[in-house]
């Protein structure tokens, strides 16, 4: 389980990083591009994906496609998250992600939907609408529009997850799928940072480049301990599972409140719990 929790802290790492680049005055979209320089660098050296897979006649390309456009943009949609409406939120709305790729599976991959199941969706549906509801206007760290950056999050998440999903289905090994969405995304990052480059006379610094090298590795560390923890714990799938998300949520939960003060509303707190319990049932099933 050590592995579970290494990718938890790093999942979390990932969102303290985020919210703290403002205050540390680090470009969030030069920071992401960099991240995808660690990402793809590290993808290289730890996993030796097989490239020549991406050549043949069955290589997925639209899904890379895809997929390599939604990383940048859903990465800067999970900072705007983080600053406006905090980590907790954020945190629990990129978790139950997991139910847009549940019902997926329901209606894009022929999965039977048990009641065990269908109780967590709702559950978890429940959840994500007490968590985006602002019922306290002007609260400290909430914004006009803060509700709705969480549920762009949860939306874009879930269409990874699909994306990942179809990609595998077409038989691409998972490291060479991670390099090819890795090295497709920092594309799309530079070529948003080169617009900007050129609207807005944004200039590259020293500072931004060690803050996404640093996420980079965080973003790299979540996703090579969650595969770790499926390789050690083979049969225990449902654990590994249900130990990352409730790890990701708890851990948010208390990173925001007492190292950043988040306030949350009851409703909100609720919502958490509810995102809790979701994953719980899911899990079971």
């Known amino acids: ?49 097989q490239l020549s897979v991406l050549t043949g006649p069955q290589a997925p390309w639209l899904g890379f496609i895809g997929l390599g456009l939604l990383l940048p943009l859903i990465f800067l949609a999970l900072a705007a998250s983080v600053s406006s409406a905090g980590i907790v939120r954020t945190d629990a709305a990129q978790r139950l992600s997991l139910l847009i790729s549940l019902l997926a599976a329901f209606l894009l991959f022929g999965e039977s939907l048990s009641m065990g199941k269908g109780i967590g969706i709702v559950l978890g549906l429940a959840s994500l609408a007490c968590m985006v509801w602002r019922d306290v206007p002007g609260a400290h760290g909430h914004d006009e529009r803060g509700w709705l950056w969480p549920l ?27 390099q090819a969405a890795f090295a497709l995304a920092f594309v799309v990052s ?28 965080a973003n790299f560390g979540n996703i090579v301990f969650y595969v770790r923890g499926h390789q050690a714990l083979p049969d225990h799938p449902s654990l590994v599972f249900a130990s990352m998300n409730l790890g990701v949520v708890a851990l948010g939960a208390i990173i925001g409140t007492v190292a950043f003060r988040e306030r949350l509303s009851r409703l909100n707190v609720l919502g958490v719990m509810l995102a809790l319990l979701a994953i719980v049932v899911i899990a079971t099933q």
């Open 1 to 49: 389980m050590v592995y579970v929790l290494l990718s938890v802290v790093c999942s979390v790492l990932v969102s303290v990083l985020l919210k703290l680049a403002r205050r540390l005055s680090v470009d969030v979209g030069q920071a992401i591009a960099w991240n995808y320089v660690a990402t793809s660098v590290l993808t290289a050296t730890v996993f030796h994906p």
């Open 152 to 178: 762009l999050v949860f939306a874009g998440f879930g269409a990874i997850d699909i994306l990942f999903k179809r990609v595998a289905a077409a038989g691409t090994p998972f490291a060479a799928s991670l």
């Open 190 to 217: 530079l070529l948003i940072l080169l617009w900007r480059r050129w609207h807005d006379r944004t200039f590259f610094t020293l500072r931004d480049a060690v803050a996404g090298l640093l996420l980079g590795l």
